[in-house]
């Protein structure tokens, strides 16, 4: 079977050159053509390899999220990965833990590696974009937004914080407190938007000192808890913008000799808490978000020109009491 130094050899090139012939960079016409007829000659068929040449990409995406062990994110991969391999493509998952240096390290990585495409989920709304965009590599951030022109898949987060917000307004609790993520997460922020937005419309009291911006963990969110029960005077619920927050929130309640304040979650708990009577969930479908990124990314691979896409996942109104 002939290899690319055998062609290398017959045409009187160096591999190097047989190469860029291979992936349609500038070559001399003469040494192109040389290239072209030895491959003939030589009845030469690249492997994998050489189809990553020809393609300017290898059949290989990166996944980029921030806590692989949050099953919010393990749900969203599972979306991702079903798509890729019914394309044909391999899923590198990464774990970025919300580091932008880390996570500026894996796109060096799929740039240097030539990886068809990112899906990535980014640690600040700055993410170092501008090489991979440069080489036409598919990108498309899910769950954050972004800045970059690149297409996005987010929930609508504002009317999510709003939805949560509003079931606790409907039970009749008034001073409602919020514990959402660091203001460097969109997600957060517009969480946090919603929850003022549902108190100002039913004309409940906004106390800026209920509002708590953690980390999107559960030590963030039984630490944030912790201090909102020991305010001069806590809030009768709480709304916890992501499902590790609530599960600390609820760690630090199961704690309190006092008595609990309601408490909403927007996401699915994780794992075994409890379920106390005044607990609500404002459910999610990640692994949707997955789906519509990798069917998206899969587009834009096999060539979709465009201007960027935003797709916004509407807010599910049902919420388990």
Excluded at 58 to 67: F, H, K, M, Q, T
Excluded at 224 to 230: A, D, G, P, Q
Excluded at 265 to 287: E, N, Q, S, Y
């Amino acid at each position: 079977m002939a290899r690319i130094i055998d062609v290398a050899r017959l045409a009187g090139v160096s591999t190097a050159t047989v190469s860029r012939v291979l992936n349609d960079s500038a070559v001399r016409p003469e040494l192109a053509e040389a290239v072209h007829r030895a491959v003939k000659e030589l009845g030469y068929s690249p492997d994998r390899s050489a189809r990553t040449l020809r393609r300017r990409h290898s059949e290989v995406i990166a996944l980029l999220l921030p806590d692989i062990e949050n099953p919010f994110f393990t749900s969203v991969a599972r979306g991702v990965e079903d798509v890729a391999q019914r394309s044909g493509l391999s899923v590198v998952l990464c774990n970025t833990d919300d580091d932008p240096a880390k996570e500026s390290r894996y796109l060096q990585i799929a740039r240097s590696e030539n990886m068809a495409g990112v899906i990535l989920a980014p640690a600040t709304g700055e993410p170092e974009l501008e090489p991979l965009l440069s080489q036409v590599r598919a990108v498309v951030a899910v769950d954050r937004r972004v800045s970059a022109p690149v297409d996005q898949v987010t929930f609508d987060n504002i009317e999510l914080g709003r939805v949560g917000t509003q079931a606790l307004l409907t039970r009749g609790f008034r001073r409602v407190a919020c514990v959402t993520g660091p203001v460097s997460a969109s997600t957060a922020v517009d969480r946090a938007i919603g929850w003022r937005e549902a108190l100002e419309l039913a004309d409940a009291p906004v106390h800026p000192e209920l509002l708590r911006h953690a980390d999107f963990h559960v030590e963030g969110g039984y630490r944030e808890m912790v201090e909102l029960l020991h305010v001069s005077s806590p809030p009768d619920a709480v709304l916890a913008a992501n499902n590790l927050v609530g599960v600390g929130a609820l760690r630090a309640l199961a704690e309190a000799d006092s008595r609990h304040p309601a408490l909403a979650v927007i996401g699915d708990l994780p794992f075994a808490t409890g379920t106390p009577a005044d607990l609500m969930l404002v459910r999610l479908h990640p692994r949707r978000m997955g789906v519509h990124a990798a069917q998206m990314l899969m587009e834009r691979v096999g060539g979709l020109q465009g201007p960027p896409r935003h797709l916004v996942l509407e807010a599910e109104t049902d919420i388990s009491v």
